[in-house]
C-alpha cells in the first residue's frame, strides 16, 4: 500500500518569514496530493489540493509543487502570519481523491511573533 | 458549502458499551464517506470506506465485527463502536467525497472518545 513520508515534524519560523514542508509518497499510482490544516481539537481543513496532471499550484499565500518523477510533493507557505501556527498534514490517494487518504505523520508549525 | 457535521462532539462511556457516532454532509450528497481515527499528537488512520447502500470496505487490520458501518442515505453514515474498550478512546474523523468531477475529500470535525 502507500507509504507517505513528512518532513520536518516541528518547525518554527519568525512571523513574515516563509515555510516549507515536503511529503514523499510510494505509491506511483497515487494521483491526488491534498495538504491539510489541523487545528487542536479540530477536524481536519482542506487548504490546497493538487492533482498528478499539474506540477505547481497556487493560491494567495499558499502554493503546492509536485514532481511525480521523485515521487515528492512541498507545501509552500510565505508571509507567515501567527494564525498559520497549526498541524499539517500531507496526503496521497489513487483514483483522483475517490479512494481514502494515506496521511503523513503531520507538521507542527510554529509561527514566532 | 460542502460542510460535514459529526454527532456527538465528544462522549464518555463504560467499558463494554456500544457508542454510536452520526456523520452528515449537510450540503452536498456524499457518494462516499470515509472514517479515520487519530491518537493523540498522531496521524489520521483510514479505518473503512463508506458507499451509500453498500457494505462498508475495511482497512486491513480493523475489525469490521466491531466498528460497524451503516451508509444509509446519501447525507448519514453511521459508526457503532461495539463493546468499547479504554483502547478504543480516540478522535474518530469522518470525511465525505461528493464525487463527479470534484473529488475531494471534507472532513467533519471529529468526535473525542473517551471509554472508562
Known amino acids: 500500500g502507500e507509504n507517505v513520508e513528512q518532513h520536518p515534524s516541528t518547525l518554527s519560523v519568525q512571523e513574515g518569514d516563509s515555510a516549507v514542508i515536503k511529503c514523499t509518497y510510494s505509491d506511483s499510482a497515487s494521483n491526488y496530493f491534498p495538504w491539510y490544516k489541523q487545528e487542536l481539537g479540530k477536524g481536519p481543513q482542506l487548504i490546497i489540493d493538487?492533482?498528478?496532471?499539474?506540477g505547481e499550484k497556487k493560491d494567495q499565500r499558499i502554493a503546492v509543487t509536485l514532481n511525480k518523477t521523485a515521487k515528492h510533493f512541498s507545501l509552500h507557505i510565505t508571509e507567515t502570519q501567527p494564525e498559520d501556527s497549526a498541524v499539517y498534514f500531507c496526503?496521497?490517494?489513487?483514483?483522483?481523491?475517490?479512494?481514502?487518504?494515506?496521511f503523513g505523520k503531520g507538521t507542527h508549525l510554529i509561527i514566532q511573533p | 458549502g460542502a460542510v460535514v457535521s459529526q454527532h456527538p462532539s465528544w462522549v464518555i462511556c463504560k467499558s463494554g458499551t456500544s457508542v454510536k457516532i452520526e456523520c452528515r454532509s449537510l450540503d452536498f450528497q456524499a457518494t462516499t464517506m470515509f472514517w479515520y481515527r487519530q491518537f493523540p499528537k498522531q496521524s489520521l488512520m483510514l479505518m473503512a470506506t463508506?458507499?451509500?447502500?453498500?457494505?462498508?470496505?475495511?482497512e486491513q487490520g480493523v475489525e469490521k465485527d466491531k466498528f460497524l458501518i451503516n451508509h444509509a442515505s446519501l447525507t448519514l453514515s453511521t459508526l457503532t463502536v461495539t463493546s468499547a474498550h479504554p483502547e478504543d478512546s480516540s478522535f474518530y474523523i469522518c470525511?465525505?467525497?461528493?464525487?463527479?468531477?470534484?473529488?475531494?475529500?471534507?472532513f467533519g470535525p471529529g468526535t473525542r472518545l473517551t471509554v472508562l
Open positions: 493538487i492533482r498528478s496532471n499539474v
Open positions: 470525511s465525505a467525497k461528493s464525487g463527479g468531477a470534484s473529488d475531494t475529500q471534507y
Open positions: 496526503a496521497a490517494s489513487a483514483g483522483g481523491g475517490a479512494d481514502g487518504l494515506t
Open positions: 463508506s458507499n451509500e447502500g453498500s457494505k462498508a470496505t475495511y
